[in-house]
């Protein structure tokens, strides 16, 4: 076996062991600096800002798929689920987006509009209940009740 491929065989199951563990994500594999990110991230923006909301949601997807840790790539894909009435991919997203940066009130509320449209008034008038619970007092309050609803 050449030393060549040794090598490769090493970085492979060190790459695969960092997917594995959380330590690396493709994006760190791939070598993609910030700069090719950043300008995937402002095509997928322009597309949706031009109502191409398909083409947005592949590319916001190709991005949380490449860096999973980036809570900006999974809310920008639930912004996308939402414009598109995809309320449980959003809802869905989101939950994503409370896991990564913890629960924001606009996250929250963003949760509830998509729970309304989905026909759940009275659980939407809950987790509105939250996100002004967490708006007073911050990442003291409890949202167990709000994870035991479901889509």
């Given amino acids: 076996m050449s030393e060549q491929s040794e090598e490769v065989r090493k970085a492979a199951r060190f790459a695969a062991q960092g997917l594995r563990d959380g330590t690396l994500t493709v ?22 800002t031009k109502g191409e909301l398909d083409a947005a949601l592949r590319l916001y997807g190709m991005l949380a798929s490449l860096d999973p840790y980036n809570a900006e790539h999974w809310q920008s894909m ?25 629960r924001d009130p606009q996250c929250i509320r ?35 009740a709000q994870r035991s609803l479901r889509v």
């Fill in 27 to 48: 994006k760190d594999v791939m070598g993609l600096t910030i700069e090719e990110i950043a300008a995937i991230r402002a095509l997928a923006a322009r597309y949706q």
């Fill in 78 to 102: 639930a912004e996308v689920h939402q414009l598109s009435q995809s309320y449980v991919g959003a809802l869905l997203c989101y939950e994503v987006v409370a896991l990564l940066r913890g």
């Fill in 110 to 144: 963003a949760q509830a509009d998509c729970v309304q449209k989905l026909g759940r008034p009275e659980d939407a008038t809950k987790i509105r209940g939250y996100a002004r619970a967490f708006s007073m007092f911050g990442s003291s309050a409890s949202f167990g």
